[in-house]
């Protein structure tokens, strides 16, 4: 598949995604350079703003294996990784796997867990595996984590270590829709839109597992010169010695900086990455790992504020 090809589905799952979702382009856009590059990621929004719906969308789409678990105070690791259970009949242990070994996982309010269980993610996350009573084992692919949470609501919420959002490749925030875009939800409701049956909304497969895997494979071929690889370093530099950071982008993040846009480039149906696909990726990528120091949000600056500060001061590459 040739990055022409790539465009072409990129079109496809857009149209289709249109069937169920309004007004969400740009997410639903991220999501799917996530799912191309081999990258996860967390939802930022209110309740109601139809981040399960995105994610149970894509994953239609590309015909993968779904698996949503809402995390609780309560919820254990081997809820979610999976447990050895003895069977009286046999006289032997079996492992009775997890939600965790499906392909497309929705961590829903991810923050209500506590660090203990939110761990147990990392190494499925970062690795494509969990080991369970000293055994190895793989997970399906593609395998993607989406992960939500609440921006609000902080009462008998765990923050998010840094160890764990700084696997996350993305973070993606989803607000609330226009008034237009609102009234358009309304009319197709009223009209018998039903969210949890999106085949009766007439949603169709785009592509395979198989084919998800191909892409992946196509987008490591897209050539990034050496001045784009320049770019992307300085601009981590500059994050970290910005009088308005405690905290810049690790090494890890332009790392995700670079794939997503060899994947963004492709999508665009380009076989090279341009300064303009760098500048689209940074914001998602360096919001939930940069760190604002006081001064700063007294000053009433954000994350993307800052960072968008941050690429108007790094001289961009001819």
Known sequence: MNPAEIKTVFERLRAEADKVLVGLEEPFELLAVALFTGGHVLLEGVPGTAKTLMAKTLAHMVQAKFTRIQFTPDLMPS??????????????????????????????????????????????????????????????????????????????TYPLPEAQLDRFMFKVLVPYSPQNVEVEVLRRYHHGFNAHDLVAAGLTSVLTSQEVMDIRRTVREVVVEDGILDYVTRIAAASRVSPDLVLGASARASTHVLLASKTFAALQGRTYVIPDDVKTIVPAVYRHRVLLKPEAEIEGLNADAVIQRLLGNVEVPR
């Open 79 to 156: 809820d979610i990784l999976g447990t050895s259970v003895f069977d009286i009949t046999s006289g032997k242990f079996f492992l009775k796997k997890g939600p965790v070994f499906t392909q497309l996982l929705l961590a829903d309010e991810i923050n209500r867990a506590p660090a203990k269980t939110q761990s147990a993610l990392l190494e499925a996350m970062e690795e494509l595996q969990v080991n369970l009573e000293g055994e190895r084992h793989a997970l399906d692919m593609p395998f993607m984590v989406i992960a939500t949470q609440n921006p609000i609501e902080y009462e008998g």
